[in-house]
């Protein structure tokens, strides 16, 4: 019996070691959530805004995130939902193409752009697909003129930017590594993901609320902002920048000089 607990001690402790913060963060919001019924997650959502996070052990008892106070309030987890008159979230999300799923994970938006880009065929049909779909809030944060240009431009310009949230195979939150990158289906830009220790996931700085809601033909991740393409580094913000003269003289005469992050 020792020999079990010895043997076994390790790889429990691999286990736990090899959770992300976003798979810890998940599992406290389900345990924190199943006195409401089965696969039902609590979440917390800062006080006058639309914000809502998968909570931690800290912020839960502290009812704060970033210093703010939150309410507690309960969803469905990932990939499940209600049925009338059973209690939590008992039914599996029904499986279908990634067209539809973005009707049913608060994307309807992104559907609906989906349709106007002639992207509606390419999503519901064969391959293995991540989407990073914009919410509809997400959508409707957008500047009024940036949202035109989109939507006017004869909709190739609404295409690329849908292709860029796109990466042509199926990637779960657990294959979405902190600081990896992937190839978009937009002229091979590169997507970039991070991790925070509060759980929270980010593609081009654009937080992940509804992953993993799995697809026959992929995987849709709902986003809570409409994603850009990173380009700019540090260096490059300091060189044209006339307002960050000081910052530029420090950075020059920093060991760290030589070292160029991407936003």
Same mark, same amino acid.
Request: with cysteine; net charge neutral.
């Given at each position: 019996m020792k020999v079990c607990v010895l043997l076994l001690v390790p790889v429990l402790l691999s286990w736990v070691e090899s959770r992300s913060p976003y798979q810890a963060v998940l599992q406290h919001s389900r345990i924190r959530g199943r006195a409401q019924g089965p696969?039902?997650?609590?979440?917390?959502?800062?006080? +006058?805004? @639309?914000?809502?996070?998968?909570?931690?052990?800290?912020?839960?008892?502290?009812?704060?995130?970033?210093?703010e106070p939150t309410v507690i309030s309960y969803e469905c987890c990932p990939g499940y939902e209600k049925i009338p008159g059973e209690k939590g979230c008992p039914a599996a999300l029904p499986l279908v193409n990634i067209y539809n799923t973005l009707g049913v994970v608060g994307a309807s938006t992104t559907q609906m752009y989906s349709e106007r880009a002639e992207l509606?065929?390419?999503?519901? +049909?064969? +391959? #293995?697909?991540?989407?990073? &779909?914009?919410?509809?809030? &997400?959508? &409707?944060?957008?500047?009024?003129?940036?949202? @035109?240009?989109? /939507?006017?431009?004869?909709?190739?310009?609404?295409?690329?930017a849908l292709h860029y949230h796109m990466v042509d195979r199926r990637?779960? #939150?657990?294959?979405?590594?902190?600081?990896?990158?992937?190839?978009?289906?937009?002229? @091979?830009?590169?997507?970039?993901?991070?991790?925070? #220790?509060?759980? /929270?996931?980010?593609?081009?700085?654009?937080?992940?609320?509804?992953? @993993?809601?799995?697809?026959?033909? +992929?995987?849709?991740? /709902?986003v809570d902002r409409v994603i850009t393409a990173i380009s700019n580094t540090v260096n490059t913000l300091l060189e044209v920048d006339d307002d960050l003269e000081t910052l530029r003289v420090r950075h020059l005469h920093s060991p760290s000089s030589s070292y160029i992050t991407k936003f």
């Open positions: 696969n039902v997650c609590a979440m917390q959502q800062r006080k +006058g805004t @639309d914000k809502k996070y998968f909570t931690n052990c800290k912020q839960w008892y502290h009812r704060k995130i970033c210093g509606r065929p390419e999503i519901e +049909g064969p +391959g #293995s697909f991540t989407f990073f &779909a914009p919410s509809n809030e &997400a959508w &409707a944060a957008l500047p009024t003129e940036l949202l @035109d240009a989109l /939507v006017s431009n004869v909709n190739i310009e609404l295409l690329n990637l779960t #939150s657990e294959e979405l590594k902190h600081g990896a990158s992937f190839a978009s289906m937009y002229q @091979d830009l590169h997507v970039h993901i991070q991790h925070y #220790s509060n759980g /929270v996931v980010t593609v081009n700085c654009a937080r992940l609320i509804k992953p @993993d809601q799995h697809a026959t033909n +992929g995987i849709v991740h /709902v």
